[in-house]
């Protein structure tokens, strides 16, 4: 299978490759995806939030679409305190963060070039991203001990950016790396997003596996 973060031609040198680099349209069209499928979460995420809090101001009660089962709770999961891990609503880093992602998208799809500590920024935010999405992950099942579909989404559109956006920057010389692990990522990069998110998968068919078969 083809790698979409790389475009028509062989890799360069990394020791003489270009001081700016573009992506390839199927890479642009990848974080265009993946950053509306974010979007979408977090403007959810947030629309939801709001009536909580109107809710509970009126001294009424609001069940987010998504709260279908006593697991599947995406009310749980907005009530919580990790729900506000920097002091403000999580989805609202997501509406910035996502955001951001979509821009760079649509540049590469227009044709623009970054230079190389352009791509190690975005990687590094990538990075972030997928680190908190794997607290949160924790934190939801194994503190919450609820899920929320919004999340789910947003998890899986972060792990598929931050490794193709890694493998772009290994196969361009960006980030060291031996020849195997270059070809490796010219070739299989679809391996570890998929293997990544198989194992929550399964993570989270163990945790609540007396449910599931119930």
Known sequence: MRDVSTGPGPSPDPSTGPRT???SRALALLLIITGAAGLLAAWVITLDKFKLLE???AGTTFTPGCS???VVSCGSVMESDQASAFGFPNPMLGLAAYAVVICVGMSLLARARFPRWYWLTFNAGTLFGVGFCAWLMFQSL????ALCLWCCLAWVATIVMFWYVTSFNVRKGFL???GWLRGFFGEFTWVLPVLHIGIIGMLILTRWWDFWTS
């Open 21 to 23: 680099e573009g992506g």
């Open 55 to 57: 809710a509970k101001v």
């Open 68 to 70: 279908l089962n006593p």
């Open 142 to 145: 194994y503190r919450i001990n």
């Open 176 to 178: 060291p790396a031996p």
